[in-house]
């Protein structure tokens, strides 16, 4: 029920096919929950929540719980409907494409932005500058930990999540080479290259998920313009999944070479981290906080309001609290203390931690804002006007994806901080629509008219 229900009005609602929030959070429930409920049907033993409780009731309950939420995701969806508008117009959408200028100055700018985070990564783990960055015991190091640990605080640290934000330019630049309807040579070699290296940064970061999320951008602009799924499509969209799942496992055995465990086969490592993980929107976690929070200990909303001081470096407010409940859920929850870094509280989670059962209402706040992001992006209007075409995919899936997942607050900082850095990039890289009359038509580019 939690699959379908959304698949179903995802396809009745949404304005655009198989990318719409509704259609995330199918697939989100799909590999959080359906699929691990199967595997513990025959593995028994083997799932997250198992390391801590065996109490049958728990597990009833955290099913429970997750179910409601994802259907009060789908409710305040559906009733915040104000107009269905089906993405059909490829017209309009060649348009919005057509209005990028100067791509190959984009391309450097993000080579450029991708070397500094790279070399500011590397500064602050104190492994040496961008050189360093390709050698294999770097790999393993900074696979292994995100967070640098601060002197006296126990579980949690700086991220660098402001300088990493800035990776969205590179990202950027890959999507304006992807729409390119034509490529010269060296337009493929150049959008080749900027793939490598979004896919060498994934690594860097140690943050597997962010495959998905290349994979989904493909899977974005493929629909948005209106491609045929033919059979060579098909053919490489399955060598691209392969090598996705390929740099999945390396990246998992980088992290357990260097602390030193066992590193397992391909197939053991695949199913272990999507099965045994707290991946997408995870029932392992909701069982666990549901059946070993405390009562007294409820965040009452305090934790959605962590990003009105989120914004403030560490470097300038060493003693910042945590913005993220990763941590807490760690250390207060599991009772895993003395460690860096936390686990993810998903979003029923979150929810429930902070009003107990009457959380599931707050799946109806995410779905009314899921319905307002996607008017806002992916409307004519949010397509002529509001860059949607480029916001929605790199801006609005990831803070969906993000807000199941893992904390609010964190979700909305990166989400904000990126969008206000990507509209100034694209105010210099990109045209907008004047309004006016003739705005309701926007024709397809011609050899004469399409950018250099």
């Known amino acids: 029920m939690s699959v379908a229900i959304p698949l179903l009005l995802a396809r009745r609602y949404g304005s655009v ?10 697939y989100l429930v799909f590999f959080g929950m359906f699929l691990k409920t199967i595997y513990l049907g025959v593995f028994d033993g083997e799932m997250f929540f198992q390391l801590y409780i065996d109490d049958p009731w728990a597990v009833i ?20 409907i104000r107009k269905v508008w089906r993405m059909r117009d490829d017209a309009l959408v060649a348009g919005v494409v057509s209005q990028v200028r100067y ?52 579980g949690f640290g700086a991220t660098g999540a402001i300088s990493r934000a800035l990776l969205f330019i590179p990202t950027l630049a890959l999507m ?18 900027l793939l490598a290296q979004e896919f060498f940064l994934t690594i860097l970061e140690g943050k597997r998920f962010e495959l998905v999320n290349i994979l989904a951008l493909f899977v974005f602009v493929s629909v948005m313009m209106g491609r045929r799924f033919s059979p060579a499509s098909i053919f490489k969209a399955a060598g691209g999944v392969a090598l996705v799942l390929a740099l999945f496992v390396t990246m998992t055995n980088l992290r357990n070479t260097h602390s030193q465990a066992q590193t397992a086969s391909a ?96 799946g109806f706040g995410l ?35 993000a807000t199941m997942q893992s904390s609010f607050a964190a979700a909305l900082t990166t989400s904000l901080f990126k969008a206000l850095l990507m509209i100034l990039v694209l105010k210099l890289f990109s045209l907008r629509f004047r309004l006016g009359p003739a705005t309701d038509r926007v024709t397809r580019p011609t050899p004469a008219n399409r950018p250099a």
């Open 17 to 26: 096919p198989l990318v719409s929030p509704l259609h995330i959070l199918g």
């Open 103 to 154: 791509p190959r100055v984009l391309m450097l700018v993000g080579v450029a932005t991708a070397l500094a985070v790279i070399g500011s990564m590397m500064a602050a783990r104190g492994l040496g500058g961008v050189a360093t960055a390709f050698d294999t015991e770097t790999l393993e190091t900074m696979s292994s930990s995100r967070v640098v640990r601060i002197e006296g605080v126990e």
């Open 61 to 80: 309950e955290g099913y429970l719980f997750v179910t409601g939420f994802v259907l009060m995701i789908c409710l305040g969806y559906v009733v915040s």
């Open 267 to 362: 197939t053991e490592t695949l199913t272990n981290q999507i099965f045994g993980s707290t991946y997408f929107l995870d029932v392992n976690v909701p069982i666990l906080i549901i059946a070993l929070s405390r009562p007294d200990d409820r965040f009452w909303g305090e934790s959605y309001t962590y990003w009105t001081f989120a914004w403030v470096p560490r470097a300038l407010w060493p003693d910042k609290p945590v913005v993220t409940l990763g941590p807490y859920v760690k250390q207060e929850v599991l009772g895993i203390r003395n460690t860096v870094g936390g686990v993810n509280p998903t979003g029923p989670g979150e929810a429930f931690l902070n009003f107990g059962w009457l959380g599931m209402l707050v």
């Open 176 to 193: 304006v080479f992807i729409t390119r309807h034509t490529l010269l040579r060296r337009d493929l070699l150049i959008m080749l290259a």
């Open 367 to 401: 779905g009314a804002l899921y319905r307002a992001i996607e008017y806002l992006t992916l409307s004519p209007g949010g397509l002529r006007r509001r860059y949607g075409f480029w916001m929605y995919p790199i801006v609005a899936y990831p803070f969906i994806t």
